[in-house]
C-alpha cells in the first residue's frame, strides 16, 4: 500500500510558476511510475506527465511540453511538477498517481491517487 499527499497548488497570475510536490509513504516507492494527472470542473481526469521508475522514461502531454517538469527523488519518497508560464487553461485539481497497471494515459490504470492539490490560474 502506498499514500500519496500533494502540495504546492494555490493561486497564480498568467505566466507565472508553481512547484508542486508529492510525498509517497511506504518503503516501495522507488519501485513504481508516478504520474501527474489534472481534472479541471465539468472534465475527464487528464494525464500530464509520468516519470518511470529510474526516470528514464517521461512523457509529457502535448498541452504542457516545453513548460512543465516531472522529476522524482527516491530516496525523499517525492516526486515533483514544476510548472512555468501558466495559463488559464492549466486550472484543475492537480492528483498524483502510482502503480500503473496498464496504460499509462488512462486514469483508471492507477492504483493510488493523492487527495489532489487545487491550482488556479487568473488571467
Known amino acids: 500500500q502506498v499514500q500519496l499527499v500533494e502540495s504546492g497548488g494555490g493561486l497564480v497570475q498568467v505566466g507565472g510558476s508553481l512547484r508542486l510536490s508529492c510525498a509517497a509513504s511506504g518503503r516501495t516507492f522507488g519501485l513504481y511510475a508516478m504520474a501527474w494527472f489534472r481534472q479541471a470542473p465539468g472534465k475527464e481526469r487528464e494525464i500530464v506527465a509520468s516519470i518511470s521508475r529510474t526516470s528514464a522514461n517521461i512523457y509529457y502531454a502535448d498541452s504542457v511540453k516545453g513548460r512543465f517538469t516531472i522529476s522524482r527523488d527516491n530516496a525523499k519518497n517525492t516526486v515533483f511538477l514544476q510548472m512555468n508560464s501558466l495559463k488559464a487553461e492549466d486550472t484543475a485539481l492537480y492528483y498524483c498517481?502510482?502503480?500503473?497497471?496498464?496504460?499509462?494515459?488512462?486514469?483508471?490504470?492507477?492504483?493510488?491517487w493523492g487527495q489532489g492539490t487545487q491550482v488556479t490560474v487568473s488571467s
Open positions: 498517481a502510482t502503480s500503473p497497471v496498464g496504460r499509462w494515459d488512462y486514469a483508471p490504470d492507477w492504483n493510488f
